[in-house]
Each structure stands twice: as C-alpha cells, then as structure tokens.
C-alpha cells in the first residue's frame, strides 16, 4: 500500500516539476532495494505519464508552446527509451557514482549559482 502511495505523490511533484523523479529513484533503491539500473529504466518510464498530467495542466494554462512542444516531445521520449535501453549496459557502480555525482553538481549549482 505505500508504494500506492509514494508514486502518487512522486507523480505529483513531477508534474508540478519538483524533481518528483529524484525522489522516486531514492525510494526504490533505499526503501525497496531495487537495483540501480532497474529503478532508473522504472524512472524514465514513469516519468512519460507524469510529464503528460504536467503539460495537460500547463497546456490548459497557456504555458506551453505549442510549437515548441511539438519539436520537443518526439526527442525527449525517444531519449527516455535510449536512456532505459542504455541504463542496463552500463555497469551498476558506475551508474550509482555518475547519479550521485549529477545530484552534488544540480545542489550546488543551485546553492552558488546565479539568481535569475
């Protein structure tokens, strides 16, 4: 029942475009232990239906380009395959290090960097 209800709220953060997915990849590998490859191919694949309830509500709002959706949208879902399909070659450990390496630079980019 929990895990009902962390993808729940997991979904909504990335529709609201928290970074829902980084919360979702600590969860199954602390919480569940699920290796690495297999959480981040469950990641990007979650991610396609939370991204789509995320641009219905922006699209509603008038927040989204519709022209730039349309050249955006066929890129970033063949990249979300690519992703998944490449996660399970590349060796365990090396994954876990460039993961946890990405989430010190994205922290501290947003710490030190430029303000808008």
Aim: proline share 3%.
């Amino acid at each position: 029942m929990s895990a009902f209800w962390v993808s729940l709220g997991v979904g909504v953060l990335s529709a609201m475009g928290v970074g829902g997915g980084t919360l979702l990849m600590i969860w199954l590998c602390v919480f569940t232990d699920t290796p690495q490859k297999t959480a981040q191919a469950v990641n990007l694949i979650y991610f396609l239906p939370a991204g789509a309830a995320g641009l219905f509500s922006h699209v509603k709002n008038r927040l989204v380009s519709l022209r730039a959706f349309a050249l955006c949208a066929p890129a970033a879902v063949a990249a979300s395959v690519a992703g998944s399909i490449a996660a399970t070659w590349v060796d365990g450990e090396l994954l876990r290090r460039l993961f946890g390496a990405a989430l010190v630079f994205v922290g501290l980019s947003r710490l030190f960097g430029k303000k808008p």
